[in-house]
């Protein structure tokens, strides 16, 4: 492949913004990325910012959901583990509480999986 505006010279790689071959003489680097020299430089950058903030929203999103998980989990277990230990003195109270647990497990699993399908 050779350069879009220099046919005769070869290319070192592509302008992230129309996709075209660059030489050494028009390739700008624009955030660890190449673009046409005058061209495409700030287009280039506005791309780089907004994939970088995608990137850093949907990271964000994934924790939310993980932390979430791990707290219903916990006070799922505390909650089913405290039923089942007092089912012998409470017995439908205790089951009442294990089935807050089991909720609170069941809802801790579906954050689990929300949030690795942000990842
Ligand atoms: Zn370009
Ligand atoms: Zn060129």
Known sequence: MNCFYHPTVP??????YCQRGLCTDCAAVVDDVLACTHRH???VH?????AA?????????GTS?????????????LFAGFGLVQYRFLG????????IGLFLLYAA???YFEGRKHK
């Open 109 to 111: 699993s579906a954050n």
């Open 65 to 77: 959901y993980m932390r979430n998980a791990i707290f219903y989990g916990l006070v799922g277990v």
């Open 11 to 16: 290319a070192i790689g592509l302008c992230k």
């Open 41 to 43: 430089e700030d287009e």
């Open 92 to 99: 439908l109270q205790a089951v009442f509480f294990i089935m």
């Open 53 to 61: 903030r995608n990137l850093f929203q949907s990271k964000r999103v």
């Open 46 to 50: 506005k791309l780089e910012q907004l």
